[in-house]
């Protein structure tokens, strides 16, 4: 008989613990999802910031990159 208290107090210890760590995943879960939440929301402001940023239209005849020099890329 002692040995099936025992085996039902470690039993009931086990489910204490296995509830309480599912009590703090459920909450870590709510962080996460809330801090997705936040990055979703800076993406969704930058997107708009991007969205108003205007780019100087080109003279006629003029290249729209900039000028063209024959040795692009080398730092000269």
Not at 21 to 32: E, G, M, P, S
Not at 39 to 53: F, H, P, T, Y
Request: aromatic share 6%; hydrophobic share 55%.
């Amino acid at each position: 008989m002692l040995w099936v208290v025992l085996f039902l107090v470690l039993a009931l210890g086990a489910l204490a613990v296995l509830v309480g760590y599912a009590v703090w995943l459920a909450h870590k879960t709510a962080d996460v999802l809330s801090e997705v939440g936040q990055l979703a929301d800076r993406a969704a402001q930058l997107a708009d910031l991007v969205g108003q940023v205007g780019v100087p239209a080109a003279a006629p005849g003029e290249s729209p990159t900039g000028p063209v020099t024959g040795r692009a890329g080398r730092g000269r």
